[in-house]
Structure formats: structure tokens, C-alpha cells
């Protein structure tokens, strides 16, 4: 008798992998495909920024007199650290988990590159 009941459990945790199994990723990659859009344009106002002349000591930076602060850059170079370390996080889990819920790296992928953007609002590099 306890034997048929272990088959019987058996069958059903190994139907219930099936079921699981078939189950699709509801962040996909085109979702992923859009923040890393958003990155790009992000990245390319901030090497535009980075391939301004800097800014000399007590120099103001203005429309007439167009430089870069070298602090604004130290922020932007470390938010783009994040940021990429975050969209690689992603793209290797979505392809290593294609049934998997990728919502939480997809979700720290957002967030860094939204900071990225941020930064730059906050210092006006466009």
C-alpha cells in the first residue's frame, strides 16, 4: 500500500514539473530591448559630455562658454558602471531562464539606467 501511494505522489510531483515547465517568461526580451534603447541615448549625451573640453578651476560652464565638469563625468562614468553591469545581469539571466520570472533583474536594469539618466537631468548634460 505505501508503495502505490509513493508511485501515486511520484506521478504527481513529476506531472506538476510538467505543468510548471511550460510556463513563459512574462519580461521578454523586447522589454529588455527597450531599456537598453534608453540606455544607448542615455550613453550618447554623456560621451557627447565627456568629449567636451573641461571646465578650468572656478570656470563657469554656459551656453557662450561650453565646457564639462570633471565631477559631473566621475558621476556619469559610475552610473554607466552600474548601469551596463545591470543590462549584462539581465540579457545572461533572461537567455540562462527563458521560463523564468525575470522581473527583479529587469526591474535593477531600469533602475540603474534610470539613475544614469537622472544624473544627467540633475547636472544637464544632454
Known amino acids: 500500500m505505501k508503495r502505490i501511494i509513493g508511485i501515486l505522489i511520484l506521478g504527481l510531483v513529476l ?7 511550460s510556463i513563459k517568461n512574462p519580461i521578454t526580451a523586447d522589454r529588455l530591448a527597450a531599456i ?3 540606455y544607448g541615448i542615455a550613453l550618447s549625451a554623456a560621451v557627447a559630455y565627456r568629449n567636451t573640453r573641461l571646465c578650468k578651476k572656478n570656470e563657469q560652464a554656459t551656453l557662450s562658454n561650453v565646457c564639462a565638469y570633471r565631477s559631473v563625468i566621475l558621476k556619469l562614468q559610475a552610473a554607466d558602471r552600474v548601469a551596463q553591469k545591470s543590462l549584462v545581469d539581465a ?4 537567455k540562462e531562464n527563458p521560463t523564468l520570472d525575470a522581473f ?3 526591474s ?7 539613475t544614469f539618466q537622472t544624473i544627467q537631468a540633475e547636472y544637464g548634460v544632454k
Open 108 to 114: 535593477a536594469a531600469q533602475q540603474a539606467v534610470t
Open 104 to 106: 527583479s533583474v529587469i
Open 15 to 21: 506531472n506538476g514539473c510538467v505543468a510548471f515547465g
Open 91 to 94: 540579457r545572461k539571466f533572461i
Open 36 to 38: 537598453e534603447s534608453s
